[in-house]
């Protein structure tokens, strides 16, 4: 097992009724600045909770965030922010309303040019101190509810990067499972999807010995693969939502990935297809994952086999029969949940595979586990993906 630190600050509050507690663990004298998205918290009552559960305290809301969370959005809200003295930050939504208050409250603490910078440059540790932030998760997937990263898109170049800060962790995250009731199929679908590809990523690379770690992976992803169908036929039944919106979150709060390695380059050729096409998140994973574990089985082998045996009780046939069949099935879930794989079900050829592949070359990325994906690798499994 390697070496790790882990250190997870954010208190979690999970169950029925929950969004009451925010009276609880918000400071009763903060200006708080609540951030939420199209209006669904409106249609669904979340945002009466919310407001009940906020009482008297000064509340200066920003909504409007959209899927993929703009820049140019965002920076409205930063200006707002500071001209109203916010002191406390309340994002209400899913990962792009959470993504966006991360940005936002980085922003408003950054002593520098541009806040873009520290998008570009990957990882913000320098000239920022940002301002306490809390959720209330609308939509289990992308694990920002309990960790310190944000991916913001730059619609005018086309750009969709990731990045994290050391003290962006959320304090406190409501996790209330009835509030999924108002889910439409498809986000419930991207959600499964994306919390399956938040384990991959974390754990099918080569074996460290971390056997506590790889089991709770295949517990994560032998639960999705259990529930993930029936969750997005039957968002109102509480059991299977509650555990749902858990695996979202376990799958990606730093938990999985204590002391093994980690690959991430299905989410970053995912983001380019965001960038360029508009494809949903949980979409773009299930289109690259496939296609990924084929081009890079050899580099993957011990880990694809393990996958096979554990998570799809595949154990009989030789070393490639048995990969061909994991990769099969792999598929057939993301199937399964009304999510279609190969980039030609969404009319994308050749000129986005090639556009991809110079971004690619252009930054120099060196991607998956072993730093071995460069553009000719990504190039090679877009192509696969056709
Ligand atoms: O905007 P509203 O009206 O709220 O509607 C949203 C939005 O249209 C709707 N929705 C959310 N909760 C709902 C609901 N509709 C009805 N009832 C509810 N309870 O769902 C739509 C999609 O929401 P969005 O927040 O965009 O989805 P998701 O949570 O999948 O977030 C995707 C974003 O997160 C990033 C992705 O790249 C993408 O930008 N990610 C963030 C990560 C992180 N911070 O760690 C990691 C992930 O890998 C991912 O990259
Ligand atoms: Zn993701």
Redesign the pocket.
């Known amino acids: 097992m390697n070496n790790f630190v882990f250190c997870n600050p954010t208190r979690l509050v999970f169950g029925k009724g929950t969004i009451a507690s925010i009276d609880k663990y918000i400071p009763s004298d903060s200006v708080v600045m609540m951030t939420?998205?199209?209006?669904?918290?409106k249609k669904?009552g979340?945002y009466d909770q919310v407001k009940r559960a906020l009482g008297s305290r000064r509340v200066v809301e920003f909504g409007g965030?959209?899927?993929?969370?703009h820049y140019e959005t965002l920076m409205r809200a930063v200006a707002e922010a500071k001209s109203a003295g916010v002191t406390y930050f309340l994002a209400v939504?899913?990962?792009?309303?959470?993504?966006g208050t991360k940005f936002i409250t980085c922003a408003v603490g950054y002593d520098g040019e541009d806040p873009w910078d520290f998008v570009l440059n990957g990882s913000l540790t320098k000239n920022s101190r940002p301002l306490p932030l809390a959720t209330v998760l609308?939509?289990p997937?992308?694990?920002?509810e309990m960790?310190n990263?944000?991916?913001i898109?730059r619609a005018e170049r086309g750009e969709?990067l990731?990045f994290k800060h050391p003290d962006a962790y959320p304090k406190f995250s409501i996790l209330d499972p009835e509030?999924?009731y108002?889910?439409?199929e498809r986000?419930v679908a991207?959600?499964v999807a994306?919390t399956f590809v938040?384990i991959i990523e974390q754990y099918l690379t080569y074996p460290v010995g971390a056997m506590v770690q790889d089991r709770f992976s295949e517990g994560v992803l032998s639960t999705l693969v259990e529930i993930g169908p029936k969750v997005v036929k039957n968002h109102n039944d509480y059991d299977l939502v509650a555990n749902y919106m858990f695996a979202a979150t376990m799958g990606?709060n730093g938990i999985v990935a204590m002391g093994v390695p980690e690959d991430w380059a299905t989410?970053m050729i995912g983001?380019e297809l965001?960038a360029l096409c508009g494809l949903?998140?949980?979409v773009t994973l299930s289109i690259v994952l496939p296609s990924l574990m084929s081009v890079m089985r050899k580099d993957k082998e011990a880990k694809l086999l393990q996958y096979a045996e554990r998570v799809w009780g595949i154990n009989s046939g030789d070393t490639d029969t048995r990969i061909n069949e994991a990769i099969k099935a792999t598929r057939s879930f993301f199937e399964s949940l009304g999510i279609k794989t190969h980039l030609s079900d969404y009319g994308i050829g050749d000129d986005i595979i090639a556009e991809i592949t110079s971004r690619m070359q252009q930054r120099g990325w060196k991607l998956g586990e072993r730093g071995n994906i460069d553009f000719n690798v990504v190039k090679e499994i877009l192509i696969n993906a056709k």
């Open positions: 939420y998205g199209g209006g669904s918290i669904n979340v965030i959209e899927p993929n969370p939504g899913g990962g792009s309303v959470i993504d609308t939509l997937a992308t694990g920002s960790n990263g944000a991916v898109t969709k990731a509030v999924c108002s889910l439409p986000q991207n959600g994306d938040h990606l989410h983001h965001t949903d998140h949980g």
